[in-house]
C-alpha cells in the first residue's frame, strides 16, 4: 500500500445508477456478503490477465515484476482487509469513469430486479460489470491505491468512498504498478478479517484462478511469541492458499463437479450452479481446449443483441479477450466459457479474427458441441431440459434462420405447444409429433397467432379436430419467422393450416372434391354477390374445406405474408407489401344459408361485413372501425329478431 503525499485532491459524485445500486447492495445482500472477495479476486486476476497480454507488445510494461500474484492482508485489529494486484492497473481518468459510473448496458433492468425482494440474489453481481461495487456489502468504507503500468510513480491514483454518495480522488505517489483495494470492515463484517476465514473463502471461490494469490504465512505451532508478533515485513513471509492453475488446463478426471461449478460461477459471476458444461481438449490439425457452460437462469440482458456476449479467449495459456463472440452464434448467446488455442496469432486483430479459417473451424466444432450437450440433456433428463428451454428457447428458436448448417440439430431441441396436450407449456418435440403422425400423414401442421388462446380458439382447427389430426399452437413473436425458414423436418414439410388451399394430404379423395366442385357451381350466384359487395376488402372469396362449426374465416394466400411476419418487419421499419386476405365460407352453416337467402341489399351487406369482422377477431386481429361493426351487429339484432 502507498503512503503518500496526497496531491491534486477532488471531489465528485457518483453517477445516478451507481448511488441507487449501492444503497440497494448495502441492505439488500447481507445473506450473500462472501461474495465480495470473490468479485474483487477476480477483477485483480482480470487485472493481471491484460496486463500480461499487452506485456506481449511492450515486455517493459512489467517493470522488472514479470511474477504476477494477487495478495491479501488483513489487520484483525484495525478491521481491515487489502487485496493487491500487480496487473495493469488504472490511470486518474480510468479511476474516475470506471468507479464512478456504471458503463455496461442493462443497468436499468439490473437496478429493476435488485429492487424486487422476490430476486434479490448475488447472481446478479457482476453481471453488469458492478463487482467493485459488492465491497460496500461489507466495508463502511473503502480505499483504491492503484497506478498503471507504464506511466510514472507520481501518477498513482488514490480513491476514497463511504458509499454515501459521493467519493474523492487524490494524486499520489505509488512505485509499484498494479491496484490496492483496501476495505474498512464494518462492524458486523469483522469476521473477514479472520485469516482461517479468508483462506476458506479463497479456496472455495478462487482456487482455479491461473495467478497465485498470496497471504501471510500462519505462524508455525509453539513459536515464539516476540518471532510470532514481529511485524517486520519478512516475517512471516506469503506462502500461496490457491492451486493456481488453469482449471481448464487440468484433464477431465482431476477435475471435481464442485471445482467446475466454482469456475462458472467465476468467470459468469453468477451464483448459482450451471446447468450442465462440457470440457474437451481436441488435438491434431487444430489444437484447443474449451470448457462451456450453460447457465440455470438467463441473464438480464440475453435479449440486448448489443451486450458483450461470448467465450474468454486465451491463446497458448495468455489471456486475449473477454467475451470473444467469435466462437458461437448469436443464437447461443448464452453459453460461457474458456476457449485456449494453440493456433492463432496473438498480433491478430479482432477484425482479421473474424475472418480467419481456424476460428471459423473451432466455431463450427464448439457450436456442434453445445447442440449435441442440448441433445443429450433433452435425451437423458427431460425436467431439466424444460428448465432450460423455459429460459433460453426463445433464443433457440433463433437459431434455423441463423445457422443453416445445423437445422436439424436445432430442430431437434425445439419444443412446442400442440392440441396433443392442449396445454400452453411447450414441451413437444417435432420427433414426437412426427411419431404421432396418421398413416399417409406426410405434413406437420401449425397455426400462429399472437397468444395460445387464439391460436388454441382458431376457426381453421376444427376440420382437424374431426379428424384426430395433430396442430402445433404457435403463439411466441418469433415463431412464424422459424416456421418460415425451418420448412421441414425428418423430411416431412411444415405446413401453416391457414395458407393456401387446404389438401389434408388427399385425405378427401375423389369424391369430397366432386362434392366440393358442385357446390361452388350451385351457388355461384351467391359466391359471386359476395365477392362483389367485399371486393375492397378480400382478395377472393370461395368454399371452405377447414370449417365444420363456423360460418367464416380467413386463409392466406400460398405466397403472402403471414400476420406475425408482417407484424416484425413493420415493427422494424420495414416496408411490407400490401395483401389482402381469402375470405372462406362453410357454406352448411346457417348464417352462411341465411345471407344467401337474404334479398334486401343494405341488410345483405350489413350481415357479410359482420361475418368478415368476426372472422378477423378469430384471427386476434383488432378492427379498423369497431364503432361501425358495434352499430351493424345491434342494427341486425333488431331487426332480426323484430
Not at 488483513?74 to 490511470?91: K, W, Y
Request: glycine share 6%; charged share 30%; with cysteine.
Amino acid at each position: 500500500m502507498t503512503t503518500a503525499t496526497a496531491q491534486a485532491s477532488e471531489t465528485l459524485g457518483f453517477q445516478a445508477e451507481v448511488k441507487q445500486l449501492l444503497h440497494l447492495m448495502i441492505h439488500s445482500l447481507y445473506s450473500h456478503r462472501e461474495i465480495f472477495l470473490r468479485e474483487l479476486i477476480s477483477n485483480a486476476s482480470d487485472a493481471a490477465d491484460k496486463l500480461r497480454f499487452e506485456a506481449i507488445a511492450d515486455e517493459a510494461l512489467l517493470e522488472e515484476d514479470p511474477d504476477f500474484a494477487v495478495s491479501i492482508e488483513l489487520d484483525a485489529d484495525a478491521g481491515t482487509i487489502s487485496i493487491t494486484d500487480n496487473g495493469i492497473g488504472m490511470t486518474r481518468d480510468d479511476v474516475i469513469q470506471q468507479l464512478g459510473t456504471i458503463a455496461r448496458s442493462g443497468t436499468g433492468e439490473y437496478l429493476k430486479a435488485m429492487s424486487d425482494e422476490s430476486k434479490q440474489d448475488a447472481n446478479l453481481i457482476g453481471q453488469f460489470g458492478v463487482g467493485f461495487y459488492s465491497a460496500f456489502i461489507v466495508a463502511e468504507k473503502v480505499e483504491v491505491f492503484t497506478r498503471r503500468a507504464g506511466t510514472p510513480s507520481a501518477d498513482g491514483v488514490h480513491w476514497v468512498s463511504d458509499g454515501a454518495g459521493e467519493f474523492t480522488v487524490d494524486t499520489i505517489d505509488r512505485p509499484e504498478r498494479g491496484t490496492t483495494v483496501l476495505l474498512h470492515l464494518r462492524e458486523d463484517a469483522k469476521e473477514y478479517a479472520d485469516d482461517y476465514r479468508v483462506r476458506s473463502l479463497v479456496r472455495k471461490y478462487s482456487d482455479h484462478i491461473a495467478f497465485p494469490v498470496r497471504m501471510r504465512a500462519l505462524p508455525e505451532p509453539g513459536a515464539d511469541e516476540a518471532e510470532a508478533g514481529d511485524e517486520s515485513p519478512a516475517d512471516p513471509g506469503f506462502e500461496t492458499v490457491n492451486s493456481a492453475q488453469a482449471l481448464w488446463t487440468r484433464p477431465r478426471s482431476e477435475v471435481s463437479d464442485d471445482e467446475y461449478r466454482e469456475f462458472y460461477k467465476y468467470i459468469a459471476h453468477d451464483f448459482q450452479d450451471p446447468l450442465l458444461w462440457s470440457h474437451n481438449r481436441v488435438e491434431g490439425k487444430r489444437e484447443y481446449t474449451s470448457l462451456l457452460f450453460v447457465p440455470a437462469k438467463s441473464p438480464f440482458d440475453l435479449w440486448n443483441r448489443e451486450s458483450p456476449r461470448g467465450l474468454k479467449l486465451y491463446v497458448q495459456r495468455v489471456f486475449i479477450m473477454d467475451d470473444a463472440e467469435q466462437f458461437l452464434p448469436l443464437y447461443l448467446r448464452f453459453v460461457r466459457g474458456v476457449i485456449d488455442s494453440n493456433d492463432l496469432s496473438l498480433n491478430v486483430s479482432r477484425e482479421l479474427l473474424q475472418q480467419d479459417a481456424t476460428v471459423d473451424a473451432i466455431k463450427g466444432a464448439l457450436t456442434k458441441r453445445v447442440l449435441d450437450m442440448l441433445g443429450k440433456l433433452a435425451a437423458d433428463d427431460a425436467d431439466k431440459y424444460r428448465q432450460f428451454w423455459n429460459e433460453f428457447g426463445r433464443v433457440i428458436k433463433e437459431g434455423p434462420a441463423e445457422d443453416h448448417a445445423n437445422q436439424e440439430r436445432i430442430a431437434g431441441l425445439l419444443r412446442f405447444a400442440t392440441t396433443h396436450t392442449g396445454q400452453e407449456t411447450q414441451d413437444q418435440s417435432l420427433a414426437e409429433y412426427v411419431s404421432r403422425m396418421q398413416e399417409g400423414q406426410d405434413r406437420i401442421y401449425y397455426v400462429t397467432a399472437d397468444s395460445h388462446k387464439t391460436a388454441g380458439a382458431s376457426p381453421h382447427l376444427e376440420v382437424f379436430r374431426k379428424k384426430g389430426i395433430e396442430v402445433l399452437l404457435l403463439s411466441d413473436p418469433i415463431d412464424e419467422w422459424v416456421v418460415g425458414h425451418l420448412r421441414e423436418f425428418d423430411g416431412k414439410e411444415l405446413r401453416d393450416i391457414r395458407r393456401g388451399e387446404l389438401d389434408l394430404d388427399g385425405a378427401e379423395g375423389d369424391e369430397a372434391k366432386k362434392e366440393k366442385e358442385q357446390d361452388e357451381t350451385a351457388h355461384k350466384a351467391f359466391l359471386d354477390r359476395l365477392r362483389e359487395q367485399l371486393k375492397d376488402e378480400v382478395e377472393e372469396v370461395r368454399l371452405t374445406d377447414r370449417l365444420t362449426e363456423s360460418p367464416a374465416c380467413l386463409a392466406i394466400g400460398e405466397y403472402d405474408m403471414g400476420a406475425q411476419m408482417r407484424r416484425i418487419l413493420e415493427a422494424s421499419g420495414q416496408d411490407v407489401p400490401d395483401s389482402k386476405p381469402i375470405f372462406e365460407i362453410n357454406i352448411d352453416h346457417p348464417l352462411i344459408k341465411r345471407l344467401d337467402d337474404e334479398t334486401d341489399e343494405r341488410r345483405f351487406a350489413d350481415l357479410a361485413i359482420v361475418l368478415l369482422d368476426q372472422a378477423r377477431l378469430s384471427e386476434g386481429q383488432q378492427l379498423a372501425d369497431p364503432g361501425a361493426y358495434a352499430t351493424r351487429l345491434n342494427r341486425l339484432l333488431l331487426e332480426l329478431s323484430a
